[in-house]
């Protein structure tokens, strides 16, 4: 079974700061992971994929992530919060073994001026 | 090239009520997936279908809901006599592959549901 774990369901960071956004995961395969951004009453928007390529991943608007199998985790970062980043922001792993996408809790990311 | 469509955008029905939730994937993909978010929790998958057939429908509770997603029109996830614990939205996402390949998902915008 794969699970996701998001540490802290709020993060709030200063306009200009690092955004860090943690995630761990658990799977008895090679995952798939994933980052996706729901802002408020929207859908899901793809920021990044990782499918067992580069282990650093560059997504969507200035966003990244980093695959570490030693870890377990696949962190998202970006150099620079804007106000715009303000989002809930979902991590999710898939195997190649015909599962579902497998979704954490969210994260619900604040920018301040 | 539009994305995936979802009506409504919100639906209230009182308790004992049907719902019908419609998806329609992006061009050209024929793998629809349905997931169901509640408040303050992450997405859950339901059901996995392709033109005609339930691929996977692990995630959905036993009774009262089913989905379709026949050869012309939209994929229909049907929620009969609703309860206030069907209250959530509801996602479609669709790929042009299965989830056995690295095909990404794209999401609609939901249907949120209210039972009254």
Redesign the interface.
Same mark, same amino acid.
């Given at each position: 079974a794969q699970s996701v774990t998001q540490l802290g369901s709020h993060v709030s960071v200063s306009e200009g700061a690092l955004v860090l956004l943690r995630c761990n995961y658990s799977s008895s395969v090679p995952p798939y992971l994933f980052w996706y951004v729901q802002y408020p009453n929207q859908g899901l928007q793809l920021l990044l994929k990782y499918t067992s390529a580069a282990t650093l991943v560059k997504g969507i608007n200035g966003f990244e992530a980093e695959f570490k199998k030693s870890e377990t985790s696949f962190h998202l970062t970006k150099p620079s919060a804007h106000m715009s980043d303000a989002a809930e922001y979902f991590c999710a792993v898939s195997s190649r073994r015909n599962t579902p996408l497998v979704f954490g809790k969210g994260t619900r990311l604040s920018v301040i001026a | 090239n539009a994305g995936?469509m979802?009506n409504p955008r919100h639906l209230v029905r009182r308790r004992g009520q049907e719902a019908r939730l419609r998806c329609s994937p992006m061009k050209g993909h024929s793998h629809v997936?349905w997931?169901r978010q509640l408040p @303050? @929790?992450?997405?859950?998958?339901m059901v996995?279908l392709q033109k005609e057939n339930i691929i996977?429908e692990s +995630?959905m509770p036993k009774e009262r809901f089913s989905a379709e997603f026949p050869k012309e029109g939209p994929s229909i996830l049907r929620i009969q006599q609703v309860v206030r614990g069907d209250s959530a939205a509801y996602?479609c996402?669709s790929s042009a592959q +299965?989830?056995?390949s690295?095909d990404?998902?794209?999401?609609?915008? +939901?249907t949120?549901l209210t039972v009254l």
């Amino acid at each position: 079974a794969q699970s996701v774990t998001q540490l802290g369901s709020h993060v709030s960071v200063s306009e200009g700061a690092l955004v860090l956004l943690r995630c761990n995961y658990s799977s008895s395969v090679p995952p798939y992971l994933f980052w996706y951004v729901q802002y408020p009453n929207q859908g899901l928007q793809l920021l990044l994929k990782y499918t067992s390529a580069a282990t650093l991943v560059k997504g969507i608007n200035g966003f990244e992530a980093e695959f570490k199998k030693s870890e377990t985790s696949f962190h998202l970062t970006k150099p620079s919060a804007h106000m715009s980043d303000a989002a809930e922001y979902f991590c999710a792993v898939s195997s190649r073994r015909n599962t579902p996408l497998v979704f954490g809790k969210g994260t619900r990311l604040s920018v301040i001026a | 090239n539009a994305g995936v469509m979802q009506n409504p955008r919100h639906l209230v029905r009182r308790r004992g009520q049907e719902a019908r939730l419609r998806c329609s994937p992006m061009k050209g993909h024929s793998h629809v997936y349905w997931y169901r978010q509640l408040p @303050e @929790e992450g997405l859950k998958f339901m059901v996995y279908l392709q033109k005609e057939n339930i691929i996977d429908e692990s +995630g959905m509770p036993k009774e009262r809901f089913s989905a379709e997603f026949p050869k012309e029109g939209p994929s229909i996830l049907r929620i009969q006599q609703v309860v206030r614990g069907d209250s959530a939205a509801y996602f479609c996402a669709s790929s042009a592959q +299965g989830f056995t390949s690295t095909d990404t998902q794209y999401f609609g915008p +939901g249907t949120r549901l209210t039972v009254l």
